[in-house]
């Protein structure tokens, strides 16, 4: 028989697709919780049938009722709940946060079972630089708030991670490519399974691609970061010390534009000396 497991709050990572990817730590949990939280039961069934498991579920996910939140919250006070979404790593992208930060003000104990990640699995495919990242998760579906959307992250000096539908990738990418220019990119689906593919380009080439496909499965899209800024113009120069120069006399115009812009304080200086004289 197996032992009993502490109680508390387990968050399991699960497959994205190769069933395979289930880690052996991850199946001892599932085999041994008390009970799981699951997002579709009738996904979760097939998994715990894979590792022998008959462990009772509970359908769950954020916009449960609240009642369902406060079975397991007490359960977990006293026996094993195991947290999984239907595919990958819980609360990146699917419900489960609210139960984690819940369980964590009662003083529950919260062990994490990590695994399969699509946004880590598509970023190590694309090729694209990984020592900074942003996960964005799904763009907001209308025009307007999705190209918002985009032009916040679009000075971000990071390689951007998103998810999206085969129905709505075309749009997508042909939004990404208007706010974000051509930059480096990739479109990863079927993550783990027999046709896994990452298909690299600049952002208008993918767009032109996938225009009129709609391919089948999840997705992620990975885009590099931007290039490095254009050098300050002189223009540019001239603006910056006409606003500082509003404010500070011409030395410290000149130094504070000069950090700015990493241009030379002294030529700053100089012309900031020649804009006060009216030259």
Not at 24 to 51: F, N
Not at 128 to 156: Q, S
Not at 212 to 226: H, L, N, R, S
């Amino acid at each position: 028989m197996l032992d009993t497991l502490e109680p508390g709050l387990y968050i399991v990572a699960t497959p994205i697709g190769n069933l395979s990817d289930l880690s052996p730590r991850a199946a001892d949990i599932l085999c041994r919780a008390a009970v799981i939280a699951v997002e579709d039961s009738r996904v979760t069934a097939k998994l715990l049938r894979r590792v022998g498991s008959n462990r009772p579920m509970i359908p769950y996910h954020d916009h449960s009722a609240d009642h369902v939140r406060r079975e397991l919250l007490a359960r977990a006070g006293r026996e094993a709940v195991a947290l999984v979404s239907d595919a990958g790593t819980p609360l990146i992208s699917d419900p489960g946060y609210k139960l984690v930060r819940e369980a964590r003000a009662a003083g529950h104990n919260i062990v994490t079972i990590p695994g399969p990640c699509a946004a880590i699995a598509a970023l190590t495919l694309a090729g694209l630089p990984t020592d900074r990242f942003l996960f964005v998760g799904f763009l907001p579906p209308k025009a307007k708030a999705r190209t918002d959307a985009i032009a916040e992250i679009a000075p971000v000096r990071a390689s951007l991670i998103l998810y999206e539908s085969g129905q709505r990738l075309g749009a997508t990418l042909a939004a990404l490519a208007e706010g974000l220019g051509a930059r480096d990119a990739g479109v990863a689906r079927e993550l783990t399974k027999r046709f896994e593919e990452c298909i690299t380009d600049t952002l208008p080439a993918l767009a032109a691609h996938y225009a009129d496909k709609t391919p089948k499965g999840e997705i992620a899209i990975i885009v590099g970061p931007p290039g490095d800024a254009p050098p300050p113009s002189a223009d540019d120069a001239d603006s910056a010390l006409a606003e500082a120069l509003t404010r500070l006399p011409p030395a410290k115009a000149a130094g504070e534009v000069a950090k700015a812009l990493g241009l030379d304080r002294r030529t700053l200086y100089a012309r900031a000396m020649a804009m006060k004289d009216g030259r």
